[in-house]
């Protein structure tokens, strides 16, 4: 994601100073802020953005979701909608675009990297079939075990998990890189040096 930018529209500075450092914090590298749609027009046009977080009401006449939806016209890219705005007549304008989550303010800094994280990742599926998305943290420990031979069970016990938990995450590891079996996703990770040599 070297190239690709993430575009804050919102007018509360420390807000939006706040959120850029944290993701600057996670590597999220090429952050932008902007408060007006004339700015936000000049740069998306300019700049190769994949991700836009947006307050909803702005200090100016144009809503966020107004320009959300003049943007998505024009652009590809995923919509993370950060606001303290939860009625109706808001929600009704939102939902007039296509948008992966709606974060209220105040919002957490996980809450926040979960959002962006996700959102990335079905930027990433929708639009770059050449990139293989990395595991989770806990997708790999699960990896690394069946590696060495371990069943459910035996994952369960060394993760401290549920043994039910560990079979859900291997149906859906499965299913993420559209293979078969659990030695299908073992050479998999091998070739991609998932797994870890003790």
Known sequence: MKNK???IIE???ILAENTVSILKNEGYINCIIVDNINDAQHFTSNHDVYLILSDIRLHNEISGPTIIKNLQEQFNFEVIYLTAYTED???KEVNQTYFHSYLTKPFTKKQLLVSVALATEKYLAKNDKDVILKPTKKELEIINNL?????SKQIALELKISEYTIKTHRRN?????????????????????????N
């Open 5 to 7: 930018h993430i575009l």
């Open 11 to 13: 007018d509360d500075r």
């Open 89 to 91: 007549q808001y929600l």
């Open 147 to 151: 590696s060495k031979g371990y069943s």
């Open 173 to 197: 590891i499965l299913k993420k890189y559209n293979l078969s079996s659990s030695s299908e996703l073992v050479a998999f990770a091998i070739k991609n040096g998932w797994v870890i040599n």
